[in-house]
């Protein structure tokens, strides 16, 4: 069965480091999606893309976030300069529209 | 606004119970509503939706029924096995459309011993 997948699944940083998070959507997949959950606390939506922008974001993606698909495959999530807050796991997602949502595994971001 | 309320756990359930795991809901409009379930070291897997109201979904034994006049969407299964043991996620997307972002439930971890 297709998968979304995250790399790296854990990623150790210090504050003030950039950092990317990187995930594969599948590969028919048109919508794409960055979710993440601090320890304990509710899965959060962060920012969805599609054809090449983003089409919604939170108040939690400022200024410090970004979105890029590099390529046909790849899509991104950049940290310009992690904060201890940002510590969390922070999953992927892609669909087509009609078969629901597939998640990656998610990548587990640990700000020292 | 759009939220998402899920019943406190941790749940633990003996090997062949029945299981409930209350989900209501605040949304405008007609939203679609998901369970999720995260077993542990893995991602979110969709575990059944439904998308208008009175919709059920299923699967692998698990049902939720849509409910609009109660705003409720309400996991139930028959009989639990230990491997049912994860955190389930209520999720509901604003749109009906199934491209929208999908705003989530706190989790609720469910604990099934033999």
């Known amino acids: 069965e297709p998968e979304v997948t995250q790399t790296p699944s854990h990623q150790v940083t210090q504050m003030g480091q950039e950092v990317i998070l990187r995930c594969v959507p599948i590969?028919?997949?048109?919508?794409f999606y960055w979710y993440r959950q601090i320890l304990g606390q509710k899965v959060e939506f962060l920012v969805s893309?599609?054809?090449?922008?983003?089409?919604?974001k939170s108040e939690i993606f400022d200024d410090q976030f970004s979105v890029e698909r590099p390529d046909g495959s790849n899509f991104t999530l950049k940290i310009r300069s992690t904060k201890l807050e940002d510590s969390a796991m922070y999953f992927c997602?892609?669909?087509?529209?009609?078969?629901?949502?597939?998640f990656g595994s998610g990548t587990r971001l640990t700000v020292v | 606004g759009n939220s998402v309320t899920q019943m406190e756990g941790p749940v633990t359930l003996s090997e062949e119970a029945f299981l409930t795991i209350n989900c209501t809901y605040t949304?405008?409009?007609?939203?679609?509503l998901f369970w999720y379930v995260q077993y542990p070291g893995e991602g979110l897997q969709l575990l059944l939706k439904?998308?208008?109201?009175?919709d059920k979904g299923s699967n692998k034994g698990f049902e939720a029924t849509y409910r609009k006049e109660t705003t409720s969407f309400h996991l139930e299964k028959g009989s639990v096995q230990v491997s049912d043991s994860a955190v389930y996620f209520c999720?509901?997307?604003?749109?009906?459309?199934?491209?929208?972002?999908?705003?989530f439930g706190q989790g609720t971890t469910l604990q099934v011993k033999p």
């Open positions: 997602a892609s669909t087509r529209g009609a078969d629901g949502y597939t």
């Open positions: 590969s028919n997949h048109l919508y």
């Open positions: 893309f599609y054809n090449n922008e983003i089409s919604e």
């Open positions: 949304a405008t409009g007609y939203p679609s």
């Open positions: 439904a998308t208008k109201a009175d």
């Open positions: 999720a509901l997307s604003p749109q009906s459309s199934n491209t929208g972002k999908l705003i």
